[in-house]
Structure formats: C-alpha cells, structure tokens
C-alpha cells in the first residue's frame, strides 16, 4: 500500500509540474527585440539567401483591385524560378512533403509547383508585437497543455518549446478584431467535376485581439462565429454559432438552427472528427481553416523546423474567378504561388484513451505568421490518407497575414474538399459586435422574425 501511494504521489507531483508552465525566460524572450522577429521567426535570412531577411513586412496600401480588404494584385511582374513537376520531384524531395509529393505522383500531367522568389511578407501592428514580448513570459499552459492563462492580444509563446505551444499560436494567431465575408465550399468528385456545397455569409470576432482587452478582463473565448446559409436552397436560412475558449473545460460552445425543425439546438458533436455538414461531409470539422477546434485529441510533438516550399502570399489566388481558381482535382497551379521559407513541423498522434478517424497527422506552420501552410494525415497503418493546403493572403490594412480557405485532398478517394473559398466574393474587417450576437438565443429571436 505505502508503494502504491508512493506511486500515486508522484504522477501526482509530475502532472501538477506540467498543469502550469512558462514558455521562456526574461533572457530568452529579449531575443525578440534582437535576432527574432517580433512574433518569433528567425530574422536574419538562411545561409544562402533564398530566404531573405525579415524587414518589417508589408504595411503599406498596395495598389490595384481588391476583394473587400484584400489587394488582389501582388508581386505581379513576377515569374516562376522554377517549376516542381512529377519528372523533377525528386530533385526537391527534401523541400515537399509527402502531400506535395503525393499530389505530384498522383496527377502528374496536371499538378505542379510553381515557386517564386521568396518574401518575407507578415507584419502585425505594433501593440501585437508589444503583446507576444509581454505573453512570452507570462503565457502558461495548464490541463496538460489543453487550456492557456495569462495571454492576451498577441503570440502566447514566440519562442515554443513544445508542439502543443507551436499549435496554440495557430490557434491564437494574429487577426481583426471583427470581419465579416461570404465563402462556398466546393467538393471536387473523383471524376472531376465540381459541386457547390453552400455558400454562405459569416461573421468572425476575435475578443483576444480587442483594443482595450487585458488578460484580467479577457473571457478566455477567442473565437466566436456566426454564419447563414445562403445556397442552396433546400439548406439557405440555415445558421450556426461557435465560440471557442481557451479553457479545455468549456472547450467549444455551438448552437444550429435548422430550418425545417424551425428551432435552435446545441450542437456539440460541431468538433473533431465529426464530418462537416457545411462541404457535405466532404471534410472534418477540424480541418476547416488547417485546424479548427479543442487540441485535447492528440498528443503534441515538436519535430524542429526545417526549410520547406509552402503556399504564400497568394493574394492573386484569392482574387481569381472561382471556376479558373479550381481545377479538376486540385487548385489551378498557374495562380497558386509557393515560396520557400521556414516552417515549424508538429507531429500529432491520438492521445491514449482518445479517438480521431485520422490517427496520425504532420502540420507545417510558418515561422513568421503562424499560420498552418500544409497538413498531412495518415490512417491507422501509417499510409498517407489525407493532406491539406492552406492558400495565405496579405492585408496590409490589418496589416498582417491571414488565411480562411483551406483545400483538404482525400488521396485514397480521389476527392478534395475546397473549404471558405473567397472567390468572387467579399471580406471586411467591420467594428466588432455586442458578444450576444453570438448566441443561440441570438439566432432563434432573428429566426421567429
């Protein structure tokens, strides 16, 4: 009995170690304001140039059209240095990952790279990077790394030190305080064509990113959204509500309003592994946007970070026509640019007593913007299933760089799902609404009008 208490007292002692971590010294977190960007990218540029420095980014208004806030022509005198093809894969096997690669196998005739000189484009404004210096030292994990205290308005921890950190800065990555746009999600069938699953209006708010926010005054909910169904018909006037919070305990919040059952119910299998009804089950809820939900699922390896080619700064993809944006299988490689730059990889596996269809899944975020550029799942014997491509955009507006759209390719169907595609649509950044918008009861009181 003594051996077992002794036991129980130390995983005890051990768990209550990890509930309640700081990322980084005073010392450490210093190098922001020297050889690390603001928001924790390496500053200076690789060893032989290809990717550059870090100078600041881009602030300023770029001319030309936009779509909404979004300029729509970048870096247009540009062409391709070159072009990753199935022939020459091989030759840049250590710059793809096995999505990339498995996409160039599968569609040799079809799909390609097309990759440009690199730029190194994030900026944040300045009270973000003010922000991230602040959380660096005061930003804790705790629940085993699920829930977060003490972090508000920027980076929890530019300078991570496990995976988990790494996918909490995605979580908690730079964006406006309120946007409002219109998106479809189109699922791409074996045989080529194209179906429209919905398109839809939506309202995102983030409360982390609040000008007067403080991490006393902060919920903890950093995501909050509301969208309705527009198209097609048979599902216009559906709507539903998430917020999200930092708090493993109260995770994700959802509510659905159906019109043909003309009431508002919770939705709480809106999560994980459930298929997203909104693409017609084409993908996974939390493959919306690279990764959408609670990270309480998977367990979190940081591998390192390692020089990878990547979608980015594909403001003119955005701004392309939907039906010359996507192809038969795969997005139109003559609008999708890809840039060479450094990336975090995180390795995810089920945790124990936990499920998830996909068991096994790699993500490559950008050092300098956070974001998830590509993600690679596997089935439960190892073998490539699923991979996905995040499409980033500049708004200098912000200024910052965000994405939305996320394409999800189903290797072993042959099917992808193209989820929040901004073609021939609209994105604003508006003042931010009353958190009741946010609600159930919000939605039903619109609906019995």
């Not at 130390?10 to 010392?27: D, K, M, Y």
């Not at 189109?186 to 995102?204: P, Q, Y």
């Not at 919770?266 to 999560?271: D, I, K, L």
């Not at 940081?302 to 795969?330: S, T």
């Amino acid at each position: 009995m003594n051996k077992i208490t002794f036991i129980a007292a130390t995983l005890a002692a051990l768990l209550a170690g990890h509930t309640a971590q700081a990322a980084v010294s005073a010392e450490e977190a210093a190098r922001l304001k020297s050889t690390l960007t603001p928001l924790g990218g390496e500053k200076a540029a690789n060893k032989d140039g290809s990717i550059p420095a870090w100078t600041g980014g881009i602030t300023k208004p770029l001319p030309g059209k936009k779509l909404g806030v979004i300029p729509t022509q970048i870096f247009t005198d540009e062409k391709p240095l070159y072009q990753v093809t199935a022939k020459n894969a091989a030759q840049y096997a250590e710059l793809l990952s096995d999505g990339a690669k498995a996409l160039l196998a599968k569609y040799p005739d079809s799909f390609r790279l097309d990759v440009y000189t690199t730029h190194r484009t994030a900026a944040a404004p300045q009270e973000v990077y003010d922000n991230a210096f602040k959380n660096a030292t005061r930003c804790k994990t705790k629940d085993g790394g699920y829930s977060l205290e003490g972090c508000i308005g920027g980076t929890p921890f530019p300078i991570p030190k496990d995976g988990v950190e790494v996918m909490w800065n995605f979580l908690m990555r730079l964006e406006a305080e309120s946007i409002e746009y219109r998106f479809k999600n189109i699922v791409g069938n074996a045989d080529g064509s194209k179906t429209l699953a919905t398109r839809n209006e939506i309202a995102f708010q983030y409360p982390q990113y609040y000008k007067d926010a403080t991490p006393e005054s902060w919920s903890g909910e950093y995501a909050m959204f509301r969208f309705n169904t527009l198209e097609p018909p048979f599902k216009a006037g559906e709507s539903l509500v998430i917020r999200d919070s930092i708090d493993m305990k109260q995770s994700r919040q959802a509510w659905q309003y159906l019109v043909g059952q003309r009431r508002v119910r919770r939705a709480p299998t809106v999560s994980y592994d459930t298929p997203d009804f909104v693409a017609s089950g084409a993908n996974y809820f939390d493959e919306v946007q690279g990764f959408f939900g609670a990270l309480d699922r998977f367990q979190w390896k940081l591998i390192g970070k390692k020089e990878m080619l990547i979608p980015y700064n594909n403001n003119g993809f955005v701004g392309a026509k939907l039906d010359d944006a996507i192809g038969k299988h795969h997005l139109n490689p003559d609008l999708v640019r890809w840039e060479k730059h450094r990336v975090w990889v995180v390795e995810a596996t089920v945790a124990a007593g936990k499920r998830h269809a996909v068991p096994k899944r790699r993500y490559y975020l950008d050092e300098d913007t956070w974001l998830i550029s590509q993600v690679d799942g596997y089935d439960a014997e190892g073998k490539l299933w699923r991979t996905s491509q995040v499409t980033p955009f500049v708004v200098p507006s912000l200024p910052g760089t965000i994405m939305k759209t996320a394409t999800v390719f189903n290797l072993q169907a042959g099917t992808m799902s193209v989820i929040q595609a901004l073609n021939d649509e609209d994105f604003k950044i508006v003042p931010r609404k009353k958190e009741t918008y946010f609600t159930g009861d919000a939605v039903a009181a619109e609906a019995a009008r």
